[in-house]
């Protein structure tokens, strides 16, 4: 499961969480390449940190599915293919419509109140600011399907969530995508939501998924043609 570190306010975060965190990000805004190898002295470089430290946090992301394990060699960051998006976004259509049914039908004022303002605050925030509106982007998304009272299924979602990520910053090197109005998609799946259209709502998510499957596919054609 997608390891969440989640930490009381006054505390500082330890070591192994902050190279947790920092290498996590660079893998999955591809800062890490796919199959890159993850050299300990060069991360230490990096991030300005010990050995021990950066280990630990590669064994926590060896569990989020991020990092592989090479016996006797260390680690490298997981490969991304086309069959795995493939699966990663057969299983978020399946999970998420089950959860997003789910939450629609459980939704009160209190869950509608934090749907909305996760929006509004993910929409004002520019997208240069990666890792702000990565925060709030998977706030929205997670906002939606928190009315699902099935911790399980919440727990998949998220990880699967973490995993798709990578792929959305691939599919966004495909030619046309930036002409690719998300903002609407996402203002378009609340505002199903809130009014509680459950079909429309599910068919809206399920489309914005595969949307980025099909510039997905677009980058991976380009690659094997080079």
Not at 21 to 39: C, D, N, S
Not at 64 to 77: A, P, S
Not at 189 to 195: F, G, H, Y
């Amino acid at each position: 499961m997608a390891i969440q570190m989640q930490m009381d306010a006054s505390q500082e975060p330890s070591s192994t969480q902050r190279a947790y965190l920092a290498i996590r990000r660079m893998i999955l805004v591809g800062e890490l390449a796919p199959g890159e190898k993850l050299k300990i002295e060069k991360l230490r470089q990096i991030l300005d940190m010990g050995g021990s430290p950066i280990r630990e946090a590669l064994t926590l992301l060896v569990s989020d599915l991020l990092v592989e394990r090479l016996d006797q060699r260390g680690f490298r960051t997981s490969d991304v293919s086309p069959s795995n998006f493939a699966e990663i976004l057969n299983l978020r259509c399946h999970l998420e419509e089950m959860a997003l049914r789910e939450s629609l039908a459980n939704a009160d004022h209190a869950w509608e109140d934090r749907l909305v303002i996760s929006h509004h605050r993910m929409m004002r925030e520019p997208r240069a600011n990666v890792e702000r509106f990565e925060e709030l982007h998977k706030a929205f998304h997670m906002n939606l399907l928190n009315g699902c009272h099935s911790p399980v299924l919440l727990k998949f979602c998220n990880q699967l969530y973490d995993l798709n990520i990578r792929y959305r910053y691939l599919a966004g090197q495909a030619l046309n995508y930036s002409a690719r109005d998300i903002g609407r998609e996402h203002s378009d799946i609340m505002n199903a939501a809130v009014d509680r259209n459950t079909d429309l709502a599910c068919k809206l998510l399920l489309d914005h998924y595969r949307n980025t499957g099909a510039f997905l596919e677009k980058h991976f054609s380009v690659e094997a043609a080079e």
